[in-house]
């Protein structure tokens, strides 16, 4: 009996273990997984008081929330409209947010807390985007609007992130124009990722509107670097529609979906557009300074150079010591020394009469050894560098030619430009006065194989370096490899002019013309592409864009982009016309 139940616990013991056996090697493992990650912001259970609650007089404000929460960057993320003059604290307690206020609030005041992406979930950093929270002290809330957009005046290009700050004309002391140079904002917000923004919670009366990129966090214009963007009339709110007052309902409705922002080129009545820019400051100012050479002094400035004068200090130096040269905009003025400076040089840098900077230069001959010396002095040439690219030339125009310092002596004669099987002897002029840049003055034909020949020493420079052998070969392109854009234009402005360009899609320029009157114009030999055309309305006539001043009311020069971009094609014409209001 005994052995019969000993052999039964062994049977079933045998069986148990090829069951186990077979499921271990039949079966897939598979890794645990911790099912979908969490995406959801924390959502808003209650607060005290409740959301657009009125005649609010605790000194703080609790939020709970639906999980764990934490705060990411409140002082950068949370601000007040209208702002606190002492910054309120923030306590986090596992699941809610406590708003401790460090000072009296205004009396019949709505006040709106927006929170940008401070609040998020503790495990996952989902932020809640887009939450306000809204009470007053008074009776009521405030329920008119404004909503607008900041941009880039000189490009148009989106400020995100910038503040839009609204003021009342109520103070007897400040002139209303010196507000966000004085006085904190009674309504605050930022502008989106889009440049949109909408300030809620106003009430019915007419406000300034300023924005500014707020170096300092202290909503004054108050820096030098501070970028602003203005309107010059007052602008009034107006009301856009009901405020969702059920907290569960408000809380699950995206905040930028109740805002439909309007395109950028039909925009509605009562829709504020701004353009921000540095302001203009009238100051001429030296930026830069140095020896970047042993004979190249560069200096730049604030503004296009006007009346530089430059004069050593405790030094005489011999007549024609040095030749300069204006950069394109005239911002930059270089030096060609004569001969190196061998000790210490100080300037003096003025604009008409007064002083802006005294600068000094120091040059030390460095240390080298005989072989060394031979192998520098081998190597010093004057360079010379010519337009083609990619050895291609644009037909129907000339070859130019830039040289590393300017020229003293020249011998043209010896220069040949191959033209497939002819050989030429083209005229060489020089287009400046300090002899840096000259065209080859022959016009290049389409579809050709050319070779210049400029020999050795054909070129010597200020300072008796001269040119090794160069030799370029090129092509030029067919001219039915090119495109052609007409653009008619029309603009009815009677001040100014303006600068029509055409642009690479990051905005280099690469044509420009401009243009006084309305009427057709020709862009010649555009490469195969699309391209982006831009108007800058010049209203002073100096050929470029300007930017504002704000006590002197005066915006940025206003900029246009074509609708569309333009798609050149190789051997086409094609034509677009252009109405700029």
Same mark, same amino acid.
């Given at each position: 009996?005994?052995?019969n %139940?000993?052999? /039964?616990?062994? !049977? #079933? ?8 056996f077979l &499921?271990?090697?039949?079966?897939h493992?598979?890794a645990?997984t911790g099912?979908p ?10 607060s ?8 609010f ?7 709970s929330?639906?999980e ?6 409140p002082?950068?993320e949370i601000?007040f ?6 910054n ?9 947010l406590h708003?401790?206020?460090?000072e ?19 495990t ?12 007053s002290?008074g009776p009521?809330?405030?329920? %008119?609007?404004? /909503?607008?957009? !900041? #941009?880039?005046?000189f490009?148009?290009k989106?400020?995100?992130e &910038? ?6 004309d109520n103070?007897?002391t400040?002139?209303?124009?010196s507000?966000?140079?004085?006085v904190?904002?009674?309504?605050a ?5 889009e ?7 106003l ?8 924005a500014?990129?707020?170096?300092n966090n202290n ?20 009301y ?11 809380d699950?409705v995206?905040?930028e ?13 009562n ?8 302001e203009f400051?009238?100051i001429?100012?030296?930026?830069f ?7 190249e002094?560069?200096?730049t ?20 010591w040095?030749?300069e040269?204006?950069g394109?905009?005239?911002d930059?003025l270089?030096?060609?020394l ?7 040089l100080i ?12 600068v000094?230069?120091m ?7 005989r072989?060394?010396?031979?192998k520098i002095q081998k190597?010093?040439t ?5 337009n083609?690219k ?9 070859l130019?030619?830039?040289f590393s310092?300017p020229?003293?002596r ?6 040949m ?8 002897l083209?005229?060489l002029i020089f ?15 389409g ?14 420079d200020?300072?008796?370096?001269s040119?090794d ?7 030029t392109?067919a001219e039915?490899?090119y495109g052609t ?6 603009f009815?402005v009677s001040?100014?002019?303006?600068i029509?360009?055409?642009l690479?899609s990051?905005?280099?320029i690469?044509?420009k013309?401009?243009?006084k009157?309305?009427g057709l114009?020709t862009?010649?030999y ?6 982006l055309i831009?108007?800058?309305h010049?209203?002073n006539g100096?050929?470029?864009?300007d930017t504002g001043d ?9 900029v ?7 798609d ?14």
């Open positions: 009996m005994k052995l %139940l000993l052999f /039964r616990i062994f !049977v #079933l013991l045998t069986g148990i273990s090829i069951f186990v &499921v271990s090697h039949c079966a493992p598979v645990p099912g990650k969490d995406e959801t912001p924390p959502q808003v259970k209650e005290k008081p409740e959301n657009y609650s009125i005649f007089s605790d000194q703080q404000i609790v939020i929330f639906d764990f929460i934490d705060l990411k960057n002082m950068g601000f409209s209208p702002p606190l003059e002492t309120a604290k923030y306590k986090t307690k596992g699941k809610s708003i401790v206020f460090q009296e609030l205004k009396e019949n005041t709505t006040y709106t807390i927006y929170f940008g992406n401070a609040i998020i979930d503790i996952e950093q989902n932020p809640k985007t887009n939450y306000e929270f809204v009470f002290t009521e809330i405030d329920s %008119l609007s404004v /909503r607008g957009e !900041v #941009l880039n005046g490009d148009l989106a400020e995100k &910038v503040l839009v700050l609204l003021y009342t103070n007897d400040v002139p209303l124009d507000l966000p140079l004085l904190r904002p009674v309504s917000t930022r502008t989106d990722k440049g949109h923004f909408q300030l809620n919670n009430k019915d009366e007419p406000f300034k509107i300023f500014l990129a707020d170096a909503y004054r214009y108050d820096l030098p670097n501070e970028r602003i963007a203005f309107i010059d009339s007052l602008i009034y709110p107006e856009m529609g009901p405020v969702l007052q059920d907290t569960a309902l408000r699950t995206d905040a979906a109740q805002i439909e922002f309007p395109e950028k080129f039909a925009l509605p009545e829709y504020y557009s701004m353009l921000m820019f540095d400051d009238s001429q100012r030296l930026t300074s140095d020896l970047i050479k042993k004979d002094i560069i200096f400035f604030k503004y296009p150079a006007q009346n530089i004068i430059i004069s050593p200090v405790d030094t005489v130096l011999t007549p024609g040095k030749l040269e204006y394109f905009l005239r930059s270089t030096y060609y004569r001969f190196p400076v061998l000790d210490t300037l003096e840098v003025k604009c008409d009469t007064v002083v802006l900077d005294t000094s230069f040059y030390r001959e460095r240390q080298v050894s072989r060394d010396k031979k190597k010093e004057l360079k010379i560098s010519n083609t990619s050895r291609k030339a644009v037909p129907n125009t000339k130019k030619l830039s310092r020229v003293e020249y011998y043209p004669e010896k220069i430009l191959l033209e497939g099987n002819d050989t030429l083209p005229a287009t400046d006065s300090i002899q840096r840049h000259a065209v080859i003055d022959h016009t290049l034909q579809s050709e194989s050319y070779q210049l020949i400029i020999p050795d020493t054909t070129f010597t200020i300072r008796g370096v040119n052998t160069n030799i370029v070969s090129f092509k392109n039915n490899d854009f007409n653009l008619n234009v029309d009815s001040q100014g002019q303006y029509i360009q055409i690479d990051r905005e280099k690469l044509r013309k401009i243009i009157t309305p114009f862009f010649h555009l490469l195969p592409g699309k391209y831009k108007a800058i010049d209203r100096n050929g470029k864009w704000y006590l002197q009311h005066l915006q940025p020069e206003q246009f982009y074509y609708k569309k971009e333009i050149v094609r190789a051997n086409w014409d094609i034509q677009e016309e252009w109405f700029i209001p």
